[in-house]
């Protein structure tokens, strides 16, 4: 269809005033065909492009491409590092504005506000739940757990699994070994079980089901009923090293008040009526006390260098005396050759 207006015959058939309506009236029947013909044409068919920009071919969208392969697809070739692929400015970035951009699926709504970027799941009564957001500051997960790569997953309830998806405690890392430059590791409460063994109570530290533990403020080696009161470790089957290093309190446990010159030495008929009595010395413990009571090393060597002292010192007596009874016989000697002359 062409229109075409003739200004001569117009102007030969109708007044001047009249030339405005019939301009008009060819305007409107243009717009009508123009939009008659868009609104029929599908949207499927329709193609928009300029320059390589924008496209709309079927139902894809594409920006820097003409041939778009899926929904919507951006394209560039600018340099990495320089303009972004991809921008939303000021109302999503800034508290206060209340711009945010959506993007919905069947199941899932991507909503950016203000500082975050929310991903949430859509429940089939059209409930949404917050699954994962991303601050500018920190990222948090909603989500029932949280899995990297199928080897680190952090559950609703915060256990952490390393090397695993089925965490059975706070921390459980089936295998591999845990590696600390610096620090420490502190336990409050609670008990830390190295070790497949069951979890003993009342154990704070315990290795190999507790052959090796801490309770009580005591470390214990060993499979031991009970402790003796007044002692920190037990070792149940003995302790082999190649030195040991008993650290003394002061002066007055040790035995060099043996030699002080106000020292009561038990004289030797006394002593001998003791051992006859008790069946040993005097001041060391009884065979009996030993197994009921144990061993105190500083005390033990202190008593057993006690009576090493006074063996000295009895024994410097013996020698005294015998000097002075070889001095006696010398002279009785003498006496007896004189007389044999």
Do not use: C
Not at 82 to 103: W, Y
Not at 122 to 143: C, E, M, T
Not at 242 to 264: C, G, I, L, M
């Amino acid at each position: 269809m062409k229109l075409v207006y003739n200004s001569s015959t117009a102007n030969s058939q109708q007044p001047t005033a009249n030339k405005k309506p019939v301009v008009f009236n060819q305007i409107k029947i243009i717009l009508f065909m123009f939009l008659f013909i868009s609104a029929t044409t599908k949207i499927s068919q329709a193609q928009i492009y300029s320059n390589g920009v924008t496209t709309i071919s079927g139902d894809n969208t594409g920006i820097g491409i003409n041939t778009p392969t899926a929904r919507m697809q951006i394209y560039s070739n600018v340099a990495s590092g320089s303009t972004p692929h991809l921008k939303f400015t000021k109302d999503m970035l800034t508290s206060g504005g209340g711009g945010s951009f959506v993007t919905k699926s069947a199941e899932w709504t991507v909503d950016g506000t203000y500082f975050e970027m929310k991903f949430l799941n859509i429940n089939s009564d059209n409930s949404q739940i917050q699954l994962l957001g991303l601050h500018r500051d920190f990222v948090k997960v909603y989500a029932p757990s949280f899995i990297v790569n199928s080897n680190f997953k952090i559950t609703q309830d915060g256990d952490v699994g390393i090397g695993t998806l089925t965490p059975d405690a706070k921390f459980h890392m089936p295998n591999g070994q845990f590696h600390m430059n610096n620090g420490s590791i502190k336990l409050d409460y609670g008990l830390l079980n190295l070790g497949t063994g069951p979890l003993l109570s009342g154990n704070k530290l315990q290795v190999d089901g507790g052959n090796v533990k801490i309770t009580n403020g005591k470390l214990v080696v060993g499979n031991v009923p009970s402790l003796p009161a007044g002692f920190s470790i037990y070792a149940k089957d003995g302790i082999l090293t190649e030195r040991v290093k008993v650290a003394v309190a002061s002066t007055a446990d040790w035995s060099d008040f043996v030699f002080d010159k106000n020292y009561k030495l038990l004289p030797i008929a006394d002593l001998k009526t003791y051992i006859h009595t008790n069946k040993h010395l005097p001041s060391v413990p009884s065979a009996n006390e030993v197994v009921s009571n144990g061993v105190d090393l500083v005390k033990m060597d202190a008593t057993l260098l006690q009576k090493i002292e006074e063996l000295t010192l009895y024994t410097i007596d013996l020698y005294q005396s015998n000097e002075k009874l070889k001095a006696e016989l010398a002279i009785l000697q003498a006496q007896i050759n004189n007389l044999k002359k």
